[in-house]
């Protein structure tokens, strides 16, 4: 039995069913880049166990490491329960009392050892390839949690990176930035945003539409981002979409892949209890399902998907997407093609699905900036994906490679 389980079972026991557990897993760790050589500093670890809960209308609240003993967190949490009950006011060892079952089967975040190796292996690729010389330390801190609440339970992590970057010992640039981003989009964006030399040409510079562009997956999740919108029941009902409530089950697509709707690992039930689906959006190229809770499935009489906000169930919120190609033969070449590595979003219209981004690209060896308004409908239709997927903000996809022509892009500066 683990800790969190162990404490559970004592709140049972002594009849407290309205609790929050937090079990935090920090990690940080501080690299020093010289030039295109790295060098670990230090990593530390630390774990640590919050448990909120009242007793007779009394706030409590315990923290306990992960070094800290089951014998000790019974003691503690016995203790305090005779410290501030008052008489007849809780029944302790009352077996009669029991919980929801949950089938959490613990966390399901990436090992921070692998997201620090991939980080440092990600990195170091670019300054060698880009021929970046780089002075820096940087530290990334992760911060995993799993939360509990009222045997609910949800799952989220947080990383932040920090800078400082040296000229002969002083510093010249401090600055923070926290993200939820993957690796290749947050160094590259470190990288564009804080360091001036002259072989990273930042300048405006028209995209060739003449061309392939390859977008990486990192760019492709958070157009995603934005063009699920299209498919929230809500955003349908109220005719904010290019979809409409007569389309489902009809053929309004013409892309080359299959989107699916997906719970968090560990996520089985949204907040209204209802059990959360895994759906296919768009398969064949026919609308099939919508993202909805269980008031908008009552309205449009569709399938209620159990896609109710944790925090909120009279809103929506998706939880993970997976772009499915039906065709995997992508194997573009990264040194012939203007690669996009990272969109800066500003603005984004559900009813004609056009997309305002200031992107970053790489080409012929220098990397330049481009402000685009681009159809995304048009732009899927001419794209098509990589074999290779990655999870990027919760979006399963690979890189996408796209035919473009004018009636994608519009006003490019």
């Known amino acids: 039995m683990n800790k969190i389980s162990f404490i559970e079972n004592i709140l049972v026991e002594y009849g407290i069913f309205n609790y929050k557990i937090i079990k935090e897993n920090f990690t940080k760790v501080i690299f020093r880049f010289k030039y295109i050589h790295t060098k670990k500093l230090e990593i530390t670890n630390l774990t640590n166990i919050f448990l909120n809960f009242k007793v007779n209308n009394t706030p409590i609240e315990l923290k306990f490491s992960e070094k800290t003993s089951y014998k000790s967190i019974k003691k503690l949490i016995e203790k305090t329960f005779f410290l501030i009950k008052h008489k007849n006011s809780i029944n302790p060892k009352n077996k009669s009392l029991k919980r ?17 190796m991939n980080f440092e292996s990600d990195i170091n690729y670019i300054l060698k390839n880009c021929k970046i010389k780089l002075n820096a330390t940087i530290e990334i801190k992760i911060l995993q949690q799993q939360i509990i609440i009222n045997g609910k339970r949800f799952q989220q992590q947080i990383i932040h990176v920090e800078c ?17 981003s993957p690796l290749e989009y947050s160094i590259l964006y470190l990288l564009q945003k804080k360091i001036n030399y002259n072989n990273i040409n930042c300048f405006y510079k028209n995209l060739d539409l003449s061309k392939p562009i390859l977008f990486k997956s990192s760019v492709v999740a958070e157009f995603f ?26 053929k309004i697509f013409n892309f080359n892949f299959d989107l699916v709707s997906l719970p968090f690992n560990g996520i089985k039930y949204d907040s209204q209890g209802f059990r959360i689906k895994k759906i296919y959006l768009i398969k064949k190229n026919y609308l099939k399902n919508l993202i909805c809770n269980q008031y908008f499935s009552n309205l449009l009489n569709i399938l209620n998907s159990g896609n109710a906000d944790f925090l909120n169930c009279d809103f929506i919120s998706h939880q993970r997407l997976e772009i499915i190609p039906k065709m995997s033969i992508l194997k573009p070449n990264y040194n012939s093609l203007p690669v ?20 970053l690209f790489y080409y012929k060896k220098k990397f330049f900036k481009s402000k685009i308004i681009i159809n995304l409908n048009l732009l899927f239709e001419k794209s098509i994906f990589s074999q290779r997927n990655f999870t990027n903000n919760n979006v399963i996809c690979g890189d996408m490679l796209a035919n473009l022509n004018s009636d994608s892009f519009y006003d490019i500066k």
Do not use: M
């Open 100 to 116: 929801n079952k949950s089938s959490f089967n613990g966390s399901n975040f990436v090992p921070p050892r692998i997201y620090i």
């Open 225 to 250: 981002k934005h063009y699920i919108l299209a498919f929230y029941a809500n955003n349908v009902y109220f005719e904010n979409s290019f979809i409409k409530t007569k389309d489902i089950n009809k």
């Open 164 to 180: 400082f970057f040296y000229k002969i010992d002083n510093i010249l640039e401090n600055f923070f930035i926290s993200f939820f």
């Open 340 to 359: 996009v590595y990272s969109s800066k979003i500003s603005g984004f219209d559900i009813k004609t699905t056009k997309l305002i981004a200031e992107i």
